[in-house]
């Protein structure tokens, strides 16, 4: 399978430009969607972190209380990096598994932090969605609400927009005209499906 990471810096509209590819019947794997998964109620992972964080990391429900996580790891550089050990394999190995079984010209993986992780190593090529900084913050408090300082901490916690664009073969500025993005994705689609009959 011909596999076309999609990435960006939060606020950026991934999901919107994932959803273009989506209409052309190519298979979408969310990276976000399965690490949500692997966290589920009844989860080991869940389990690990309720032990880790506290009673206080979960829902009246019993479901994982992301902004509290969100705000813990966001503070404390040793939370975050004992949080991603534990789940970047997790996640690793449920992505793997739905590109393995994936019927479709080519395959697009949405992860916002395809190149902080070692999932770049699963793509073919990389298609960076790009706006500027002053835009990912107005989007993200617009979107989520909660704390600019939070959202600036994740935007730091990513890769900066300067080695994201390096890395990227492929790049869509999403503070365009609409019909203009479309045209652009429409040629990269006839170029993926070519890229991925020579695989």
Do not use: C
Request: glycine share 6%; proline share 3%; net charge neutral.
């Amino acid at each position: 399978m011909y596999v076309v990471g999609l990435t960006g810096g939060i606020g950026s509209g991934k999901s919107t430009i994932a959803k273009f590819f989506m209409e052309k019947n190519i298979a979408l794997v969310d990276a976000d969607k399965l690490a949500r998964q692997v966290v589920s109620q009844g989860t080991p992972a869940l389990s690990k972190i309720t032990d880790k964080f506290g009673p206080r990391i979960l829902k009246e429900d019993g479901l994982l209380n992301r902004e509290i996580l969100r705000e813990i790891i966001f503070n404390d550089k040793t939370a975050k990096i004992w949080l991603e050990e534990l789940l970047h394999p997790l996640i690793k190995e449920v992505l793997v598994k739905f590109i393995d079984a994936a019927d479709s010209k080519y395959l697009i993986l949405e992860s916002p932090l395809l190149l902080e992780t070692n999932q770049h190593n699963l793509v073919d090529r990389i298609l960076v969605v790009d706006v500027s900084e002053a835009t990912q913050l107005k989007r993200t408090f617009k979107r989520d609400g909660g704390s600019q300082s939070t959202i600036k901490a994740i935007m730091n916690s990513q890769l900066s927009r300067t080695d994201r664009l390096d890395k990227a073969d492929d790049i869509i500025n999403n503070e365009r005209p609409v019909d203009s993005i479309e045209k652009e994705l429409e040629s990269l689609h006839t170029k993926y499906i070519s890229l991925a009959q020579k695989k």
